[in-house]
């Protein structure tokens, strides 16, 4: 009962975040927020980010259950609110509330089953996990677009109520734990300090996608400086605190620190290649835009078998070897997605996400199966949070710089094009997508543009997972065993 409750949860939030992308453009409309459209997702994945490892550290402190139906509830009172909306500030303050709560679902429904299962089966039922969140990648489209369609933009956040009441009442029913009756205290200033910190430097990239300022930008440079202060106050903090937010001890941890820069270090590399493709798909492969947002579906197809696989491997072999021979194949992915050019067919396309799924797919379960088995289980909650907190904000500055870096290059491979094409095309090219009303030799000049910005996308992707596979030697060679077994046969 408590991994369906679990199960439940995580797909309900995943599934969320895509009904709420598809029903984006009728809530806009009816709420005539145009100015705030980027700040529906900001606000959520600020909030999300920030507080994630609080919670963790939180669940570590007064107990797994208590905080993950905590979070729940928070995730069903931002539904709420984001539902009832009548105006775009009402419905940013709800999904602000839904983040916060969404930031300790995942981290804490990994140290649930972590405390729930051993080990090897462990291995298995988190394998699943990843492969999972492809439900809501399929569901969603459909669904956001069945209650735009036939029912009201507002049930697209209404809906979350009798799920998300439903997978707490599961887990309540179904999860005993004790929580010990010492007090603890909570670390209010390094709390704050790491929520400024996280603000400042989450907020340059949420300003740049959606407010038109760029990384050199001086307001850019003092929200990043701001962030570093706040940081070192934060190290400063943390290590006089009798209970840490983020224990120090922590970064002491071998596989902690490896795992925590080879998933910030990957997720900044990939997430904006992959997030971008579609425009490649539709404007130079000529792709619809469900077909080309559904093409990304051959990284999953990789990605499953790869990660359930690995689920019964981890626990018998290396699994740093297991990591370094699984991330070559990246390197081959990005390596064959730099070759594409305005001819380029759907198959290989297909075969080149394929690889790359099959490579990442060691990533589903196994960081954080790592992670469980390197630290205390006092401690699994925040060590658990805070590698996902690395994760979160490689890709959401990768994403923003990758963007950054796309429309700069596609925007200088048309300027010379740029007497020829319609006035004003040029300036939201990078956007707008192909110009009407072209000859085909215009047309074929300007998807060589897209496509050579596209090449220099993913050179640059080429480079950040060749360094992920170098951070993979550091992980220590060893088969991962259950801690507790080793603490008693020693």
Known sequence: MVLIGLILGLIFAELDETIVSTAMPTIVRELHGLSLYGWVAGIYMLALTMFMPILGKLADLYGRKRIYLICMGLFITGSIVSGLANSMIWLLIGRGIQGIGAGGLMPLALVIIGETY???????IQSLFGPLMILPQLLG???GGYLVGHVNWHWVFLINIPVGLLAAAVLAAGMSESVGEEKRPIDWSGAATLVLALFSLLLAPVLIDN???TWSSPVIIGLLLFSCIMFALLIYIESRAKEPIIPLHLFTNRNVVVLSLLVFILMMGIMGGIASFPFFAQNVMGLSPTASGYLTL???????PSSIVNGFLITRVTYRNLFIVSFLLPIIGFFLLTQIQVSTTVLFIAISFFILGVGL???FGGDNLIVQESVDSKDSGIALSTVQLFQSLGAT?????FGSVLSHRIKNG????SDQLPAGTTEHIETGGLPQGISPELLLQVKMAFTHAFQSMFSISLIFV?????????LKKEVLSNKETETADA
């Open 141 to 143: 489209p459909t669904v």
């Open 361 to 363: 797919g060691t990533l």
């Open 397 to 401: 500055i990768g994403l923003s710089v």
């Open 211 to 213: 407010q038109g300022y």
């Open 466 to 474: 060749i360094v992920a596979f170098f951070i993979c030697w550091f």
């Open 298 to 304: 051959a990284f999953m197809a990789g990605a499953i």
């Open 118 to 124: 051993p080990l090897e089966q462990r291995a298995k």
């Open 414 to 417: 048309v300027a010379d094009l």
